[in-house]
C-alpha cells in the first residue's frame, strides 16, 4: 500500500470518517475546512497517528502546520523525515 494510501486509511479510520472511503480523499484536499469537518483535536489525534504509525514526529506548529495541510504534504514531510 502506498504511503498516502496509508495515510487516507489512517484518516479514517482514526479520525471517525465513516462517511468516507479512501478515493473520496483526494492528494490535494484540504484536510482541515468544511469537506471532512476535521478540527485541533483531529489534528493532535493526527499527529499522533503519524509518530506511532511513521515513526515521524510533529514537534510544533511550524512544522504541523503546512505537513498537515494536503495528504500530499503529509506524505512529503513524512518521507522526507524518513530519508532524513
Do not use: C, T, W, Y
Amino acid at each position: 500500500m502506498s504511503l498516502k494510501n496509508q495515510l487516507k486509511e489512517i484518516i479514517i479510520q482514526e479520525l471517525d470518517l465513516a462517511d468516507f472511503q479512501p478515493h473520496d480523499i483526494q492528494d490535494d484536499d484540504l484536510l482541515f475546512g468544511d469537506k471532512f469537518g476535521l478540527d485541533s483535536i483531529d489534528a493532535v489525534e493526527l499527529v499522533f497517528q503519524v509518530k506511532a504509525n511513521f515513526g515521524v514526529e510533529i514537534r510544533n506548529m511550524k512544522e504541523g502546520r503546512p505537513a498537515l495541510q494536503s495528504v500530499n504534504s503529509l506524505a512529503d514531510f513524512i518521507e522526507k523525515r524518513l530519508a532524513a
